[in-house]
């Protein structure tokens, strides 16, 4: 019997999702097991049998215990609370013992803060003040530490806006005709390209990396609003001070400006991405999306 990797997913999003259709694509042999917060079972995605546990702040299903010291591939997308990582809190002592090959912790862009613009890597200074880059860089640290004091090829992966066919500005402006009147830079990566990134990170004989996951071209939410409207031929864009916004998250968000460089993750990982730019990105997602068409447009 041929050996099949086992992977266990820490939350099952959108990102493990889309990995799992990479892993499948490339015709990868592979089981995976993932934790959910509402109650322990058996599930399908896609042509898959999956073990999903319950896992909620520190309680969880025990069952899960021996899937986890079994796992050759360990992903932790679960964000901070209380800018505390909840995997190191309650798997720390499992994980010093478990065998696992390669753990990738999913951190974001955030941790950089503000550069007012300027391009960032890997080894900038991290300036995270929001409610987002805060949790994250302190999470990070607490990372490497555990894996500095175990010896264990822990990576970061720091990512960038995630867009995808379900969540994208196209959706976003045919819905509410408007934009963020300031101009700031943000880098993007559309989930497809992540999900590779990701699968090529776990495989990659290179270990202990620390990447950042975005693709060639930063750019200002006003390009990007304004390319995404020209797509959909509405004129009447209106732009918005963030100042009107109720939504706090949103104001937290944008206090941030800066270019995110991928050179590292391209060089190391010998990636070629799908989506280079959000104008191919977004494109396909356009030309591929029939609720975009005319005939569908009344829906928003």
Known sequence: MTNRDKFFFFGFGQTAKYLVNNLAQSKKNFTFCATNTKKTNLKTFGKKRFKSFRFKDKFYDKKLIKDLIKSDYILVSIPPKKKRDLVIKSFGKLLKKSKFKKLIYLSA???YGNHDGKWVNENSKLKGRTKFGLGRKIV???WLKFRDLNNLDINILRVSGIYSKENNVLKKISRSNIYVK???YFSRIRIEDLAQIIKKMFYSQKNLLILNASDDKPATNI??????AKLLKIKNLKPVPISKFKNKLI?????DSKKVSNK???NKLL???KYPTYKEGLRNI???TQYFSPHHFKRF
């Not at 390009?223 to 995404?228: G, K, Q, R």
């Not at 104001?251 to 206090?255: A, P, S």
């Open 264 to 266: 590292n993750m391209k």
């Open 286 to 288: 356009f030309n591929n």
């Open 182 to 184: 300031e101009r700031k």
């Open 140 to 142: 990070e640290k607490t």
């Open 271 to 273: 990636i070629k991405l």
């Open 251 to 255: 104001k937290e968000f944008y206090k």
């Open 109 to 111: 862009t955030s941790v």
């Open 223 to 228: 390009e990007v609003a304004n390319f995404a």
